[in-house]
């Protein structure tokens, strides 16, 4: 059975740096699209990254273009994001989700199939 497990969530300090894992089980997940999303109390889920089957293709939103950094090891069925420069907004719920649709990858959430439980990030001032 597909499985999606976040971790690495944890409170840090302004500026400071998080690693999040996505670790997918049940499911041989390197020839599909993984994205990173968050989303706030009160606010709409954000979709931050995203990162192609081969990892040769990535793509971020602007809010953390330059400081998050998404990396796969297909080896090991683990889906990273780096957190450098960390804010009080950044502050959510992280989720890692799968597409089914062997394609590159998108940042839209509806493109996504399978999703993790989330993990919780909080950037205190």
């Known amino acids: 059975q597909l499985q999606l497990v976040e971790s690495g969530g944890d409170l840090v300090q302004l500026g400071g740096s998080l690693r999040l894992s996505c670790t997918i089980s049940?499911?041989?997940?390197?020839?599909?699209?993984v994205g990173w999303f968050r989303q706030a109390p009160g606010r709409e889920r954000e979709g931050l990254s995203c990162?192609?089957?081969?990892?040769?293709?990535?793509n971020y939103a602007d809010s953390v273009k330059g400081r998050f950094t998404i990396s796969r090891d297909n080896a090991k069925n683990t889906v990273n994001l780096q957190m450098n420069s960390l804010k009080p907004e950044d502050t959510a719920v992280y989720y890692c989700a799968l597409d089914r649709r062997l394609s590159l990858c998108t940042r839209d959430q509806n493109d996504y199939d399978e999703w993790g439980q989330g993990t919780q990030v909080t950037v205190s001032s």
């Open positions: 990162i192609s089957g081969s990892g040769s293709y990535k």
């Open positions: 049940g499911f041989t997940s390197y020839r599909y699209a």
